[in-house]
């Protein structure tokens, strides 16, 4: 007698239910996703023991007619597709036809539905793939299924459950991921009678993430909305203030489905590059739109991998989304972008200083017309009101006045202000620990990490440089001797042209030994043996990655070591020049390896700490 048999359909069901329903979370998950697909507008999820005893899911989508409800839990029964060229343009969150009968094999279902069409409802029980009651209920438009005991036939899956708090945990994700893609749906997540989520459906990923995660991360959100070769990319990215320590908080979606994917994920990390801290990643909820077709979502049963047709194009098109979006961040949130200033009322004093040395200046009254010069030996910032008298109020002793009489029209003031394009918008306080520079904007002080924001000024420089054809080589007065062993000396000529390139000039000196006559031009008194021994290190440790990274990495060494260091005591002329410099940057908040440079802190936090508030 033959080895060989069919297996009866109870096993069947069972087998095919463990590829799409591993755990309560994926209940959950899938039968959410069918109230979507059925237009819902409102959801409420309710478990209890983690979802192993009790899970319902409640809609006011279309409902389920009752002719369809025996059908609907069948295998591959769906209202998604009819034939094979469908899948080719899924739009809906299913389409298998799997859920439902899933989920009925392995435990008790019972299901209340009614259509916008239909005078009655249906109650329909189904317990083990076998059908328990069918009966007319009253009830309103919507779908309500109530899942219990899962897995009460599969003693084998029950015991891979985790207990009720870390299945409870999976569900919350379950939902945080559904909720974020669907912001214009309610959901409420109940859970042993706790109201874990509530979001209020009304269209904004803000809200939905206030609801979700709360202020501190609603409010360090900045949009994005890009379109290329046909691919749109919305939601929102997170500020580094925001940034975690693992990628939970990266939501990635195509076509408002729930994706992991390596491509995604790689141009949105590529793109947050220099931001974050070392070891730290974005939190970002993205949402890619693109044509059906140009993507496969049936590779993997929990539909969480997808193929694309063409992965350059999703790569570049979420990369220049979040990158913009980074940099509209910096736009709008650097302290050091020169803002224009705000407009002029009456009674109110605009001084513009901005300079290190002693300089005249003239200073606009609107209320008696008269232009004052004020001398100034150290540069200040401030706004005064009212009078001639509050300006002497707030001038430093170092200042001396002058006083000149003349007369000028509101028109003439305008131009007058107009005139000076450089408008100081901080205040330089001084230096701590021969490290940290202390500057006030506005009512906010930040501390300056001198050596993180002058590594991120010289690694833009060098960058620029580097990839010009304008070399800044200078050449050294003594040739410096490296010795070097045979393995270092090997992968020097491997990459010599990126040292060429940075401004090196490199000479054979014979066995292992090689001289440098000339160095990149980023600073004095550099010990450029040290350098160059130290780009040959982290050069070795980069081998197998791709030339832009070995680029990157070289740039990065040279920023490294060429910025001054923590405390190396610097003038107040040399803080404010490197001040200045930093306020042309696009993105002055991290130095190239991810590092802060400034830490801000606002008045009414210092006040707060002083019980004042």
Request: charged content about 30%.
């Amino acid at each position: 007698m033959g080895k060989i048999a069919i297996l009866d359909e109870a096993t069947i069901n069972k087998i095919a239910a463990g590829e799409v329903v591993d755990r309560p979370a994926s209940i959950v998950k899938e039968l959410v996703e069918n109230s979507i697909d059925a237009g819902a507008t409102s959801i409420s999820v309710e478990i209890k023991n983690g979802g192993i005893s009790y899970i319902n899911i409640t809609d006011n989508g279309h409902g389920i007619a009752k002719d369809d409800i025996a059908l609907a839990f069948e295998r591959h029964a769906t209202s998604k597709i009819r034939k094979e060229v469908d899948i080719l343009n899924i739009r809906s969150m299913g389409f298998r036809g799997e859920a439902l009968a899933s989920v009925a094999s392995i435990a008790k279902v019972t299901l209340k539905t009614k259509t916008k069409n239909e005078y009655t409802g249906t109650k329909y029980v189904i317990e083990g793939g076998i059908e328990k009651e069918f009966d007319e209920i009253a009830w309103n438009e919507g779908t309500s299924i109530t899942v219990e005991n899962v897995f009460f036939n599969v003693p084998a899956r029950f015991k891979f459950l985790k207990k009720d708090a870390t299945e409870a945990g999976y569900i919350e994700d379950v939902i945080t991921r559904i909720a974020l893609s669907h912001p214009d749906v309610s959901f409420k997540f109940i859970s042993n009678g706790k109201r874990v989520i509530n979001t209020i459906g009304n269209g904004d990923i803000s809200a939905a993430i206030y609801s979700i995660f709360g202020k501190e991360i609603s409010q360090e959100l900045q949009q994005v909305s890009y379109e290329q070769d046909g691919i749109g990319v919305t939601g929102v990215i997170g500020s580094p203030k925001i940034s975690r320590s693992t990628r939970q908080y990266e939501f990635t979606y195509i076509n408002t489905r729930f994706i992991k994917d390596k491509t995604v994920t790689s141009a949105i990390e590529k793109a947050f590059d220099q931001n974050l801290n070392i070891g730290k990643f974005p939190f970002v909820v993205i949402n890619i739109e693109i044509q059906p077709n140009q993507v496969d979502v049936n590779v993997h049963p929990a539909k969480l991998e997808v193929k694309f047709e063409n992965e350059n194009k999703v790569f570049e098109a979420v990369y220049y989304a979040v990158k913009n979006a980074i940099l509209e961040y910096h736009r709008k949130n650097s302290p050091f972008v020169n803002q224009e200033q705000d407009i002029i009322e009456e009674k109110e004093i605009v001084e513009t200083v901005h300079i290190s040395e002693e300089k005249t200046i003239p200073i606009v009254d609107n209320t008696n017309t008269e232009v004052q010069k004020v001398t100034t030996f150290s540069p200040i910032y401030y706004t005064a009101q009212e009078s001639e008298i509050e300006i002497k109020d707030l001038v430093s002793e170092k200042i001396s006045q002058t006083l000149e009489e003349n007369e000028y029209t509101k028109e003439e003031i305008k131009k007058e202000i107009e005139a000076y394009e450089t408008k100081v918008k901080y205040k330089y306080v001084g230096c701590v620990f021969d490290t940290y520079i202390l500057i006030q904007i506005n009512d906010k002080m930040y501390i300056i990490d001198q050596h993180a924001a002058h590594e991120r000024l010289l690694y833009e420089q060098i960058k620029e440089r580097y990839y010009s054809k304008e070399k800044q080589t200078q050449m050294l007065l003594i040739p410096t001797i490296v010795e070097l062993k045979n393995s270092e000396k090997e992968l020097m000529q491997q990459n010599i042209d990126m040292f060429e390139k940075a401004g090196f000039v490199i000479e054979d000196f014979g066995d292992n030994a090689i001289k440098i006559s000339g160095a990149p031009n980023v600073g004095f008194n550099m010990n450029f043996e040290e350098m160059f021994k130290d780009i040959l290190d982290e050069l070795s440790g980069s081998s197998k990655t791709t030339t832009e990274e070995k680029e990157k990495r070289f740039v990065y060494t040279m920023a490294c070591k060429a910025a001054v260091k923590a405390n190396m005591k610097l003038t107040e002329q040399e803080h404010i020049a490197l001040l200045d410099d930093m306020m042309k940057l696009d993105r002055p908040f991290t130095c190239p390896h991810g590092r802060p440079t400034a830490y801000e802190i606002s008045k009414y936090e210092i006040e707060r700490r002083f019980a004042r508030k």
